[in-house]
């Protein structure tokens, strides 16, 4: 019978991580201020570009692309699907996950991926607006209104990018599908070609 994991168990799982510290069993990590770098383990380079920012929980190759969470890190470098990924990660911070043992097997799981693409918008939406020089006006307005950096990113305030397909791409890369972005709720079916999708979100602040 397939497994399944309960609703919740994901998010129970990855805020019981430390994620330099399981990243630091693949890549010999260095302090660089408040984040962490190395050689990326996902292609060869002299100079590091791979980042873990312990505060996001997230990881970026400023060389290759690759990016996500702890648990898209595991799924790429073992080369596991997500339950396996998600097992694996369990056992190594001594964590019991707990399942349902049921035919609903399927629409848990996407459930599961539905949250953790939303988890991943509000990480990359929160990043924009506090890296990307297109929101430099938005961030300045916000601090004008009162709201200093700390609050900004306790409740994860974003800027969406104009662009038409920056979460998508940024989504694509890391494994989430098309179709799991459309039942997301954070892209649109293009209706110029099947299968591809736009950014829902452009241009504006994110609240989550």
Known sequence: MAKSLREGEIEELKSRCDMQTIISGYVNLKKAGKN???????????????TVDPRKQLYHCFG????GD????????ENLDFIESAE???????????????????????RSRIIDANEL???????????SKNAAKILAYLKKR???????????VGYSPESWRSFSDFALKRRFTSKELKESGLAIESSR??????????????FQ
């Open 36 to 50: 962490y770098t190395g050689l990326c383990p996902f292609h060869k380079e002299k100079t590091p570009s791979f």
């Open 121 to 131: 918008a509000k990480k990359f939406y929160n990043y924009v607006l506090f890296n």
């Open 193 to 206: 070609k099947k299968d591809e999708v736009y950014d829902r979100f452009r241009g504006g602040l994110c």
């Open 64 to 67: 290759c692309g690759e990016g």
């Open 70 to 77: 702890i648990i898209s890190f595991i799924m790429k470098i």
């Open 88 to 110: 694996l990660l369990a056992k190594k911070v001594n964590y019991s996950l707990r399942y349902i043992q049921s035919g609903g097997a399927e629409k848990s799981e996407k």
């Open 146 to 156: 009162g709201f200093n950096d700390e609050v900004l990113k306790k409740f994860e």
